[in-house]
């Protein structure tokens, strides 16, 4: 082979790689866990999220409220929302014992941050059975969440940390998404809903 046979072979080779690696996907960091909310049902909320959109039993967000801005000084907010998968009473299967994963504190930025360097063993938790509420906070284009959690509740006490994240961004648009499910033992039985149209709101720069 002549060195410009071989140099065009050297290229496509580069460029072969270089194509592959970009189509790699991102595997962005684990959530924040609320309520009996586990790793194993985030799991199983990760296969459903690339599903078609279904807004039918969305959540209603009660706050933050459409363009809302807060000040630079505000401390964290609690957010809240209603839910309609919440209220639904569902049969218990035949023959099937469904357990409700224990509720455990809910990890900061700083704990996932120091579990990234330094993991740690988790303890297998029991399968969870229940509805569940994935919220992410965005900014435009980028390919992970700035913050998110994973809870079995109706509302989301933001920490310190995940504010002082978030005022990282300040002026910027950031959005709030809330995927939805119900399991029955870490399995998705119905959903995933999401809202129709992410919320927009802001942090004020200082």
């Not at 060195?3 to 684990?30: D, Q």
């Not at 994963?101 to 229940?130: D, K, M, N």
């Amino acid at each position: 082979m002549n060195v410009r046979h071989l140099s065009t072979a050297f290229v496509a080779a580069i460029a072969l790689a270089t194509s592959a690696c970009e189509s790699e996907p991102v595997e962005c960091p684990e959530p924040l866990y609320g309520g009996g909310a586990t790793d194993e049902a985030w799991h199983a909320m990760v296969d459903v999220k690339t599903r078609p959109i279904d807004s039918s039993r969305a959540v209603t967000l009660l706050s933050p409220a459409e363009g809302e801005v807060y000040p630079a000084d505000a401390t964290p907010p609690t957010w809240e929302w209603t839910s309609p998968i919440a209220s639904l009473e569902r049969p218990r299967a035949r023959g099937a014992l469904a357990f409700q994963a224990a509720p455990r504190p809910s990890r900061s930025f700083t704990a996932w941050l120091g579990e990234l360097l330094v993991p740690t063993a988790h303890a297998h938790l029991p399968p969870y059975t229940g509805d569940l509420y994935w919220v992410e906070i965005s900014t435009p284009g980028a390919e992970c969440p700035v913050a998110q959690v994973l809870t079995s509740e109706l509302s989301w006490q933001l920490d310190s940390n995940t504010w002082d994240e978030l005022g990282k961004h300040a002026g910027k648009e950031l959005t709030v998404q809330v995927m939805s499910a119900y399991l029955v033992q870490n399995r998705v039985t119905e959903g995933p809903y999401r809202l129709d149209t992410p919320r927009k709101f802001r942090r004020g720069a200082q």
